[in-house]
């Protein structure tokens, strides 16, 4: 599985966009990417993944550069219970079952 | 329902006691994980179960012990361990195995954890 970098950590106002970055410059074709998140003392999170296509579900957008070397996970509307730890990670798509988790980004959302 | 459900919620062990995780879901999922959480760290995979068989293991101490009597539950056995084995232990489930060639098969749900303390 291919490495990712994050910052360590990020605020954002309450009601704001939250744009949280990944670097996976070493991603290959077949590597999806994955974001989750975790809450203080709760079970990681699936939010969204995505391949080369942008996503968008209910929780947040996946916006992924044409090169595949980065993408930015976007909470449209952030609040005070989006504050957590988030997970950016790439995996195979087929045969791979190691999620390896990296450092991630403490988000914190203030009011 | 796409609850991942850990028994107990907490517990605390000696270094010589022999007790057990538990894990449950009833999503249909055919493959099972165990991870590892320190304090502040991410986690770490521990074992992975396909289709009740063991098929990683990340070389974890032999005082862990997996279990997966059926595709609904799976456990962590513990004996003889050590203090620096207190943490947060997770279970989480995907819908596929190995052979998965979709990678919404492979979205992991995980549970709440079990915070173990070893004394």
């Known amino acids: 599985d291919a490495k990712t970098t994050q910052p360590t950590s990020m605020d954002c106002a309450e009601g704001r966009a939250a744009n949280l970055p990944c670097n996976h410059s070493?991603?290959?074709?077949?590597?999806?990417v994955y974001w989750y998140r975790q809450i203080h003392s709760q079970g990681p999170q699936y939010i969204i993944h995505?391949?080369?296509n942008n996503e968008t579900n209910e929780m947040a957008s996946l916006i992924i550069t044409e090169d595949r070397k980065s993408s930015t996970l976007i909470l449209p509307h952030a609040t005070l219970r989006d504050t957590a730890v988030y997970y950016c990670?790439?995996?195979?798509?087929?045969?791979?079952?190691?999620?390896?988790f990296g450092a991630g980004t403490r988000l914190f959302v203030k009011a | 329902d796409t609850e991942v459900t850990q028994t107990p919620k907490h517990l605390v062990m000696g270094m010589t006691n022999k007790k057990s995780l538990k894990c449950e879901q009833h999503?249909?999922?055919?493959?099972m994980y165990w991870y590892k959480q320190k304090a502040k760290k991410p986690p770490e995979l521990m074992f992975v179960?396909?289709?009740?068989?063991?098929?990683i293991n990340e070389s974890v101490p032999s005082r862990f012990s997996p279990e997966c009597p059926n595709s609904s539950l799976l456990n962590l056995h513990l004996h003889a361990l050590q203090p620096e084995d207190s943490a947060l232990y997770l279970c989480a489930s995907s819908q596929e195995g190995p052979t998965s060639g979709r990678a919404s098969g492979e979205t992991q749900y995980f549970g709440p954890g079990t915070r173990l303390l070893v004394l």
């Open positions: 070493t991603i290959s074709g077949n590597e999806y």
């Open positions: 990670i790439v995996r195979v798509r087929a045969g791979g079952f190691k999620t390896i």
């Open positions: 995505g391949l080369k």
């Open positions: 999503m249909g999922h055919r493959a």
């Open positions: 179960y396909s289709y009740e068989k063991l098929s």
